[in-house]
């Protein structure tokens, strides 16, 4: 069956523009989760979608990183204004429910701000 | 934040070999979880351990987790040069869903 998909691939931006990611997860799937990925931080937790309950976005690092899931379904994850520390792989994961512990990744995002 | 450790940060082995890696958390956990990434992309699921949970095995992947200690482990036996990759351990059900990661080792299998 179809995995998590990312899109896009990769993402060239200049510093100061806003940017936004896409992740379409395993269909059926009411979690989903938005993680980043540097050389700095490691891999971090950054918000969680559980059906239709309030986001959980305390790793959103700024009030410049927002997300939101429509329908259940697709999250879009926005950068406003980007830095160049925003430069990360951006990885999206989902799982059946809030008590299936397994998450299923996407391939990632790669963002980089010149 | 990081949830610990993993150790070693990097190891190379030959193919054949057996390969151990550790991680160190420092909260109480309800599962923990090995995951493995190839190349800086998506990460795969390997094997989940339970907090009540010592050991797990599946293949050639065994699972230690020492609550005690706060610690587990990841053995790969008889590796082979496709288990090149980092792994990852990251720890869940406490935190609301989130998966808090360790920073990986990097494990390169020569041939």
Redesign the interface.
Known sequence: GAG?SQSPSNKVTEKGKDVELRCDPISGHT?L?W?R?SLGQ????LI?F?GNSAP?KS?LPSDRFSAERTGGSVSTLTIQRTQQEDSA?Y?C?S?PG?RE????????TRLLVL | ??QGEEDPQALSIQEGENATMNCSYKTSI??L?W?RQNS??????LI?IRSNEREKHSGRLRVTLDTSKKSSSLLITASRAADTASY?C?T??N??????????TELSVKP
């Open positions: 998590v979690a989760y993680y990925q490691g891999l971090e937790f969680y559980q959980d790793g792989v990885l994961a799982s809030p512990e397994t998450q299923y990744f996407g391939p990632g | 934040s990081q309800n599962n979880q995951y800086g992309r998506g990460l795969v699921h989940l990852f990251a869940g059900g935190q609301g869903g989130k998966l808090i990661f360790g920073q990986g």
